[in-house]
Structure formats: structure tokens, C-alpha cells
């Protein structure tokens, strides 16, 4: 069984949860995690770099001058890279860098993502985070009062305005709900912070992916 410590919002800690990292697969899956990150990284490439080849420029295929006796260096074609408004060579062409990764994999790669937070002690559970109006006062002294001076992902169990509006000026804070949350996002950030609704939901398998 696996500790993880709860704090309010003042920082106090005011609860131990053991959690059974069967729920979460048991052991971390290295290599599937890596082939998740992978995989959303290549996701993220647009794809849509272009130049033209020699063979789309416009421009006659005439050789410009004959090959000896004119002094000159030996030139081909208007069209050819070495010269200006001519082809690139190894023209880039548009192409599509996605890799298909399957929903099992998925959940499983985000399982093995939140157990190494956990076994890292790097995932913590807040309660009674909620924030009347947008202030990102509130959020900031939250994170103070936590210790957390570096990227942290805040895990809420549902959609909340006023916490999005409050966080986002902060800098390497990002807000995901349950239902968004995915091994890139918690791979990829220091410290996990979860309200105690999302971690029961996390527990429960209610609404992970």
C-alpha cells in the first residue's frame, strides 16, 4: 500500500489515504510510458514545413551554356539548387507525424505516470480548494504554501471557471479535470496536485481514462 499525504490550503497536513497501486497497474511501465510521451510529442508536430524541388520550380531544362571551352564553371539546368530562385535539394514535403496509440495503452500509460508520482511522493492531495472569484493570489499562496516552486499539474474532479482564470497567469501551472488528464501531462510536471474529489474519483476508476 502506497501513502499519499493530504494538506488544506494552508499547507498543514491533516490526513494520510493508502492507496493500493494494484489500482494503477502494480509497477511503472517504463517503456510504455516513453512510447505515450513519444507519442503525444509527435502529435503535437504540425507537419505542413514545404519548399519546392528543382523539378517544381518553374524554369526550361535547357543546359545553360555548353559544358567546355567557355571558362566557366560547368552548369546544368536554371532550375538547380546552387542557383538562386532554382529547387532545394531535399525539398520538404507536407506529411503527417501521428502515432496511433490504442485507449488501452493509454489508461495504462497514464496509470503508470500517476504511480510514479506517487512512489516519487511527488502527488498530493489538497482539500477544500475552492475559490469564490478569479484571483490569482489565491493560487499562488496555495502553491507557497505547499512547497511547490516548479511544474505542477492541479487535477480537479470537474470543470471549475474560477480556478482555470486563477491559474492561468501562474507560470508552469497547468489545470486538467479528470476526464482530460493523460500521461504527457502528468509525465511531463514535477509535482501532481490533486483535489480530494479527483483523487477519490482516481481510486474509484470513476471517470479515468
Given at each position: 500500500?502506497?501513502?499519499?499525504?493530504?494538506?488544506d490550503i494552508?499547507g498543514?497536513n491533516?490526513?494520510?489515504?493508502?492507496?493500493?497501486e494494484k489500482?494503477?497497474?502494480?509497477?511503472?511501465?517504463a517503456?510504455?510510458?516513453?512510447q505515450?510521451?513519444?507519442a503525444y510529442h509527435?502529435n503535437k508536430?504540425?507537419?505542413?514545413?514545404?519548399a519546392?524541388?528543382?523539378?517544381?520550380?518553374?524554369?526550361?531544362?535547357?543546359?545553360l551554356?555548353?559544358?567546355?571551352?567557355t571558362?566557366?564553371?560547368?552548369r546544368?539546368a536554371r532550375?538547380?539548387n546552387?542557383?538562386r530562385?532554382?529547387g532545394?535539394?531535399?525539398?520538404?514535403v507536407?506529411?503527417?507525424?501521428?502515432?496511433?496509440?490504442?485507449?488501452?495503452?493509454r489508461?495504462?500509460?497514464?496509470?503508470?505516470?500517476?504511480l510514479?508520482?506517487?512512489?516519487?511522493?511527488?502527488?498530493?492531495?489538497?482539500?477544500?480548494?475552492?475559490?469564490d472569484?478569479?484571483r490569482?493570489?489565491?493560487?499562488?499562496r496555495?502553491?507557497?504554501?505547499l512547497?511547490?516552486?516548479?511544474s505542477c499539474?492541479?487535477?480537479?474532479a470537474?470543470?471549475?471557471?474560477n480556478?482555470?482564470?486563477?491559474?492561468?497567469n501562474?507560470?508552469?501551472?497547468?489545470?486538467?479535470?479528470m476526464?482530460?488528464l493523460n500521461?504527457?501531462?502528468v509525465?511531463?510536471?514535477?509535482k501532481m496536485?490533486v483535489t480530494?474529489d479527483?483523487?477519490?474519483?482516481l481510486?474509484s476508476?470513476?471517470?479515468a481514462?
Amino acid at each position: 500500500m502506497l501513502e499519499v499525504q493530504v494538506y488544506d490550503i494552508s499547507g498543514k497536513n491533516i490526513d494520510t489515504w493508502k492507496v493500493d497501486e494494484k489500482l494503477f497497474g502494480s509497477e511503472v511501465n517504463a517503456p510504455l510510458l516513453k512510447q505515450a510521451v513519444v507519442a503525444y510529442h509527435a502529435n503535437k508536430r504540425q507537419g505542413t514545413a514545404s519548399a519546392k524541388s528543382r523539378g517544381m520550380v518553374d524554369g526550361s531544362t535547357r543546359k545553360l551554356y555548353r559544358q567546355k571551352g567557355t571558362g566557366n564553371a560547368r552548369r546544368g539546368a536554371r532550375r538547380t539548387n546552387i542557383m538562386r530562385g532554382g529547387g532545394v535539394a531535399f525539398a520538404k514535403v507536407p506529411r503527417d507525424f501521428r502515432q496511433k496509440l490504442p485507449r488501452k495503452m493509454r489508461k495504462a500509460a497514464l496509470d503508470s505516470a500517476i504511480l510514479a508520482k506517487m512512489l516519487g511522493q511527488d502527488l498530493m492531495v489538497v482539500d477544500g480548494l475552492k475559490v469564490d472569484q478569479p484571483r490569482t493570489a489565491e493560487i499562488a499562496r496555495l502553491m507557497s504554501n505547499l512547497k511547490i516552486d516548479r511544474s505542477c499539474l492541479l487535477t480537479l474532479a470537474d470543470r471549475d471557471r474560477n480556478v482555470y482564470l486563477s491559474s492561468r497567469n501562474i507560470p508552469d501551472l497547468t489545470v486538467r479535470t479528470m476526464g482530460e488528464l493523460n500521461a504527457f501531462d502528468v509525465a511531463t510536471r514535477r509535482k501532481m496536485l490533486v483535489t480530494t474529489d479527483a483523487m477519490k474519483a482516481l481510486m474509484s476508476r470513476e471517470g479515468a481514462r
